[in-house]
Every structure is written in structure tokens, then in C-alpha cells.
């Protein structure tokens, strides 16, 4: 049972991308000290923490794996840069097969409740209850390209540039990497002249709804899709509500699951 519930979580085309990205172990010169893990075992109790939402304590022994163990870990590969690293090689393989759409990018926030720790502030729509938002820039399909997690009180629109800037150079089945969409398109949120402008001198054409020009109804012909992406990453329920004592964590929970969400498109 608990075979075939890793190999879900974690099937072989995936540990082949996220295995050489993992710092190895070094034994001590002294000897002694605790032996190396199954890091295999600790990346699969780590996705389900993410897919399940269970507490980090309520971690199944059935993985084989010591809870501080798989914490300690998880905080290892956070500073190590590992979940951005495996995110960005699962776009490289969907580039290199042209099946990213660079025609558009899409730009939507969703906010998450938080109980406590660093990038939370009053939510505006939330009754003023501490929060943090959850931004994802996808391209024109809805795969996740940047994913970002600042204050829930940090207004939308300052979220376009850093997002945009962040974009990631992703090979191309033909020609040089490419970091660079047709089109931004974003909801009235991120309607301001300089973000038009901003766009624009990088080349990128501006398709952000107009305050009291454009209506609902004509939206609804693009953001469904990175609506679905964000329904997609409420999937993972250990986003739903945030528990995470340091920001960067809860970035890295993110970035694995736009990762994971990449994947399966990979693999379809």
C-alpha cells in the first residue's frame, strides 16, 4: 500500500529530475553521527505533507521517516534552492517539446489565511484577519511559470513587475531560451499607466482590464484559465490555510506544487 502510494506521489520520470538536484550526504571526518537517508523516502513524505495538508507531527511512520528528520530536511533544500531549481528544469523539458504557450502570460493573486509567521499582514478582504496572498504568472494554458507569496495587505498591482522580471529562461524547441510572453493579460487589479509602460519597453504588448471600461463579461474569456491554475493549487491542500512559521517555507510549498502541476502536464 505504502508502494504504491509513493509511486503515485513520486513516479520514477519525476525523481529522475528531482534526484540530481539534491545536496549529497557527507559523512563527518570523525565518524559517527546519523546515518545518510533515503532521500527518495523523505521527498515522497514531503509532496504528501503538501498533497494531503496533514501536519508535519501527524506524518505517517509508515514513510520510514522521523518527522524532525523530514523537516530538518525540507528546510535543507528550502535555503539550497532545490523546489525553484526542480520547478524551472520541469518547464525547461515542456519547452524543449514546445508545449509552453509564450503567446500570453497570465497574472492572478488568491489570498490564504494565516495563523502566523513572517510575510502575513491584515487582509482587505478578509475582515482584516492575518494573511498572505498566493500570486502565479502562468503562460497562455495556465501551466504556472513564477509563483510568489508576499503579505496579504501588499496591493496586487505591485506584484506585476517583480512577477514579469521573474519570469525564468526556458529553452525553446528551437532557437536560444526564452524568457519573454506576446502579452501580459491581468485583471483590473494591476490597471495602472506605468505598468502599461513598463511592459511595453520590454515589448511585451499590455492586455490589463480597463477600470470602468471593460466588463466582467468580456474577461471571462481569458482568466478562467489561470483561475483553474489557482484551483489546481488549492488542490494541494496544505495551501488552503497557511501554517507555515516562515514565509520562505510556505514559497517553497508553492514552487513544489507548480512544479508537480508542470509535471503532470509533462506527462500527458
Same mark, same amino acid.
Given at each position: 500500500?505504502?508502494?504504491? $502510494?509513493?509511486?503515485?506521489?513520486?513516479?520514477?520520470?519525476?525523481?529522475? @529530475?528531482?534526484?540530481?538536484?539534491?545536496?549529497?550526504?557527507?559523512?563527518?571526518?570523525?565518524?559517527?553521527g546519523r546515518a545518510a537517508l533515503d532521500d527518495r523516502a523523505v521527498f515522497t513524505a514531503i509532496v504528501y505533507v503538501l498533497t494531503s495538508g496533514c501536519?508535519?507531527?501527524?506524518?505517517?511512520?509508515?514513510?520510514?521517516?522521523?518527522?524532525?528528520?523530514?523537516?530538518?530536511?525540507?528546510?535543507?533544500?528550502?535555503?539550497?534552492?532545490?523546489?525553484?531549481? $526542480?520547478?524551472?528544469?520541469?518547464?525547461?523539458?515542456?519547452? !524543449?517539446?514546445?508545449?509552453?504557450?509564450?503567446?500570453?502570460? @497570465?497574472?492572478?493573486?488568491?489570498?490564504?489565511? !494565516?495563523?502566523?509567521?513572517?510575510?502575513?499582514?491584515?487582509?482587505?478582504?478578509?475582515?482584516?484577519?492575518?494573511?498572505?496572498?498566493?500570486? @502565479? $504568472?502562468?503562460?497562455?494554458?495556465?501551466?504556472?511559470?513564477?509563483?510568489?507569496?508576499?503579505? !496579504?495587505?501588499?496591493?496586487?498591482?505591485?506584484?506585476?513587475?517583480?512577477?514579469?522580471?521573474?519570469?525564468?529562461?526556458?529553452?525553446?524547441?528551437?532557437?536560444?531560451?526564452?524568457?519573454?510572453?506576446?502579452?501580459?493579460?491581468?485583471?483590473?487589479?494591476?490597471?495602472?499607466? !506605468?505598468?502599461?509602460?513598463?511592459?511595453?519597453?520590454?515589448? @511585451?504588448?499590455?492586455?490589463?482590464?480597463?477600470?470602468?471600461v471593460d466588463s466582467s463579461e468580456r474577461l471571462g474569456r481569458y482568466p478562467w484559465k489561470i483561475e483553474r491554475t489557482l484551483a489546481w493549487q488549492s488542490?494541494?491542500?496544505?495551501?488552503?490555510? &497557511?501554517?507555515? &512559521?516562515?514565509?520562505?517555507?510556505?514559497?517553497?510549498?508553492?514552487?513544489?506544487?507548480?512544479?508537480?502541476?508542470?509535471?503532470?502536464?509533462?506527462?500527458?
Amino acid at each position: 500500500m505504502v508502494d504504491a $502510494l509513493s509511486s503515485r506521489l513520486v513516479p520514477d520520470a519525476l525523481w529522475e @529530475i528531482v534526484e540530481p538536484l539534491l545536496p549529497g550526504f557527507r559523512a563527518r571526518p570523525q565518524g559517527g553521527g546519523r546515518a545518510a537517508l533515503d532521500d527518495r523516502a523523505v521527498f515522497t513524505a514531503i509532496v504528501y505533507v503538501l498533497t494531503s495538508g496533514c501536519a508535519w507531527r501527524h506524518l505517517p511512520p509508515s514513510f520510514g521517516v522521523s518527522v524532525p528528520t523530514a523537516h530538518r530536511r525540507f528546510t535543507t533544500w528550502v535555503k539550497a534552492g532545490v523546489f525553484d531549481e $526542480l520547478h524551472r528544469r520541469v518547464l525547461d523539458r515542456l519547452g !524543449a517539446d514546445g508545449d509552453l504557450g509564450w503567446s500570453a502570460a @497570465i497574472l492572478d493573486a488568491a489570498h490564504v489565511r !494565516a495563523k502566523r509567521g513572517s510575510l502575513t499582514g491584515p487582509s482587505p478582504v478578509d475582515r482584516g484577519k492575518n494573511g498572505s496572498n498566493i500570486h @502565479i $504568472l502562468s503562460d497562455a494554458d495556465g501551466i504556472p511559470l513564477v509563483t510568489a507569496v508576499p503579505s !496579504a495587505n501588499t496591493h496586487d498591482s505591485v506584484m506585476l513587475q517583480p512577477m514579469v522580471a521573474a519570469i525564468p529562461a526556458v529553452r525553446s524547441r528551437r532557437g536560444p531560451c526564452r524568457r519573454r510572453p506576446g502579452r501580459v493579460r491581468a485583471d483590473k487589479g494591476y490597471d495602472y499607466p !506605468a505598468h502599461r509602460r513598463r511592459l511595453r519597453a520590454r515589448g @511585451i504588448v499590455p492586455r490589463i482590464a480597463r477600470r470602468g471600461v471593460d466588463s466582467s463579461e468580456r474577461l471571462g474569456r481569458y482568466p478562467w484559465k489561470i483561475e483553474r491554475t489557482l484551483a489546481w493549487q488549492s488542490g494541494y491542500r496544505r495551501l488552503t490555510m &497557511r501554517y507555515e &512559521r516562515h514565509g520562505e517555507n510556505l514559497a517553497s510549498l508553492l514552487q513544489l506544487a507548480a512544479a508537480l502541476t508542470s509535471f503532470k502536464t509533462l506527462t500527458k
